[in-house]
């Protein structure tokens, strides 16, 4: 150090003794520098005072809830629509078109699209997976429920599984508290998601179904599949007794059944959620209603259904009549469904 201050000049203005101390001198800060340093502390302190004491090791901890993000508005969902309005036109051609022939048409094809396509393969098989089956089957039923002119497979399903999880509450898309009795019958398709978030809401509620390339080419063709009922109609009819058979085949085959069908189902969304009674106690309005039950095979027991969704059988009073449920016990018979869940609980099966 004694050195060092020679080589600067500044040796002769410090005395020996104090050069001895300068390595352990204490410099006293400005007084500016002193409040300065006395503010930050007095803040760190009162930062831990306000932070919460840490965890015990085996104390669990709260999960903090994520905020629902609200859904995008919805857009007017055109195709749906015009492919309504113009199944409801075409009934205005029945009067001139009526044969008996076809009226047996209407109802065989109810049931063949309404009840085996919608009510046991959408409804019971795809959404719920009440029982199993093969593939052939699988994308059969799949098939036959897009000729009831729903919508393709995948938006049923994914439109279906959300009404449970949000049943009668918000995010519902068909509760009657949303907007009435219409807007759960028929003005809610209406309306759809901007498409981004169609695919995310498909990917959400149908995973499943989103990921097979099977269901996603049935899904494909649902609008095709229409005009190619509609041709076999018409050979059909025109074989039997020409042009005019022809007509009313597809007039009645298509256009009255497809609208009959769709009313059918869509009294379960409305009527089945404001009359009717009650079996089971719980949040939602679903209601067991015996005039639905009957129009579309069983579905009208719909407080029985939405009180245990996964049940084949949605009849749980000996009056409860549900003839989608013979259908897959027929299944069952012939050996083309299996694991059929025919039971409330696990715990009720007998061994």
């Known amino acids: 150090m004694a050195t060092l201050l020679r080589k600067h000049g500044k040796m002769s203005s410090i005395p020996n003794s104090a050069l001895n101390l300068i390595p352990f001198a204490t410099v006293e800060a400005p007084p500016k520098v002193r409040e300065y340093a006395k503010t930050r502390l007095e803040k760190k302190v ?4 306000r932070r919460e004491p840490d965890p015990e090791p085996n104390e ?7 905020e629902a993000k609200p859904e995008p508005k919805q857009v007017l969902n055109w195709a749906a629509i015009i492919w309504l309005g113009l199944l409801h036109v075409g009934c205005l051609f029945a009067p001139f078109f009526f044969s008996w022939q076809a009226v047996v048409l209407v109802i065989a094809l109810h049931w063949l699209t309404g009840g085996i396509g919608i009510c046991l393969g959408f409804h019971r098989y795809l959404t719920h997976s009440s029982f199993a089956t093969y593939n052939w089957v699988r994308y059969s039923l799949a098939f036959l429920g ?5 919508g393709s497979v995948i938006d049923w399903v994914a439109n279906h599984r959300k009404h449970h999880a949000h049943s009668d509450e918000e995010g519902d898309p068909h509760s009657p508290r949303e907007g009435g009795a219409w807007w759960s019958h028929l003005w809610w398709m209406a309306w759809q998601l901007p498409t981004y978030s169609q695919v995310a809401h498909l990917r959400r509620w149908a995973p499943d179904l989103v990921k097979d390339k099977g269901m996603r080419w049935i899904a494909r ?13 018409f050979g059909l009819g025109y074989l039997l007794g020409g042009t005019y058979m022809g007509c009313s085949f597809v007039v009645y085959g298509s256009f009255v059944r497809l609208v009959f069908v769709l009313h059918s189902t869509w009294f379960v ?7 009717g009674y009650k079996n089971y106690d719980i949040s939602d309005d679903s209601r067991n209603n015996w005039w639905v039950a009957i129009i579309a095979y069983g579905e009208g027991w719909h407080n029985n259904h939405h009180a245990y969704p996964r049940m084949a059988p949605h009849g749980h009073k000996w009056w409860e009549f549900d003839m989608t449920y013979m259908a897959i016990r027929t299944l069952k018979a012939v050996g083309l469904a299996w694991d059929v869940v025919d039971y409330k609980k696990k715990s009720d099966i007998q061994a």
């Open 46 to 49: 009162v930062r831990q005072e």
């Open 269 to 275: 969304n409305s009527a089945s959620h404001i009359w």
């Open 60 to 66: 669990k901890q709260p999960k903090r809830k994520r």
């Open 146 to 150: 897009g000729l009831a002119g729903e």
């Open 221 to 233: 063709l649902f609008l095709p599949s229409q005009f190619m009922l509609a041709g076999v109609l």
